[in-house]
């Protein structure tokens, strides 16, 4: 009895182990809203990370958090670092791209877990102002696609995303 048990339960783990080396391999979370004002005055938030502090909702997930930025003023080569508590973790963000129509950013993390990512914001006039996409995306190691099955990250990052782009269109539209 034991024994079919086992043999179940190894057929099982090895069904799940299976089927998460199936799932893609990368990801990409998105979320975007219209801003009343004009490209510019919402690039002016974004390529800037001495602004951040105002807007983006990861900054208030350790009001002790140790930030540097360095590298450029703003656009292209600043680079921000951050060390905080466990909901905030440990990394650097440089900007890559700065363009009225898109701010790139790598973005590499390497508290609680290591991960090389990229942060896109993109800008795309509209009638009543600018369409702001916040987009992340990068690779899906087989560790991530297995934690994939339990844990869904666009219902867990995407509402930070709703939050900080809700905050850019308040303050964009002051």
Same mark, same amino acid.
């Given at each position: 009895?034991?024994?079919?048990?086992?043999?179940?339960?190894l057929?099982?783990?090895v069904?799940?182990?299976?089927?998460?080396?199936? %799932?893609?391999?990368?990801?990409?979370? *998105?979320?975007?809203?219209?801003?009343?004002?004009?490209?510019?005055?919402?690039?002016? &938030?974004l390529?800037?990370?001495? %602004?951040?502090?105002?807007?983006?909702?990861?900054?208030?997930?350790?009001?002790?958090?140790?930030?540097?930025?360095?590298?450029?003023?703003q @656009?292209? @080569?600043?680079? !921000?670092?951050?060390?905080?508590?466990?909901?905030?973790?440990?990394? %650097?963000?440089?900007?890559l *791209?700065?363009?009225?129509?898109?701010?790139?950013?790598?973005?590499?993390?390497?508290?609680?877990?290591t991960?090389?990512?990229?942060a896109?914001?993109?800008? &795309?006039?509209?009638?009543?102002?600018?369409?702001?996409?916040?987009?992340?995306?990068?690779p899906?190691? !087989?560790?991530?696609?297995?934690m994939?099955?339990?844990?869904?990250?666009?219902k867990?990052?995407?509402?930070?995303?709703?939050? @900080?782009?809700?905050?850019?269109? %308040?303050?964009? *539209?002051?």
């Amino acid at each position: 009895m034991f024994k079919i048990i086992g043999l179940i339960v190894l057929v099982l783990v090895v069904a799940v182990l299976l089927f998460a080396a199936t %799932r893609p391999d990368t990801f990409r979370i *998105e979320r975007s809203i219209v801003v009343k004002a004009p490209p510019q005055r919402v690039l002016a &938030q974004l390529d800037d990370f001495h %602004r951040w502090r105002e807007w983006s909702p990861f900054e208030a997930l350790d009001p002790a958090m140790k930030r540097e930025i360095a590298g450029a003023p703003q @656009g292209v @080569g600043a680079v !921000y670092t951050w060390d905080g508590n466990s909901k905030a973790g440990a990394g %650097r963000m440089e900007i890559l *791209e700065s363009t009225p129509s898109c701010v790139r950013i790598k973005l590499d993390f390497s508290r609680p877990m290591t991960a090389h990512n990229t942060a896109e914001f993109l800008l &795309q006039p509209e009638a009543d102002g600018t369409r702001v996409t916040w987009a992340m995306h990068g690779p899906q190691p !087989y560790i991530g696609k297995l934690m994939s099955l339990v844990f869904n990250m666009d219902k867990m990052v995407g509402p930070d995303f709703e939050r @900080g782009l809700a905050n850019l269109k %308040r303050l964009a *539209e002051a």
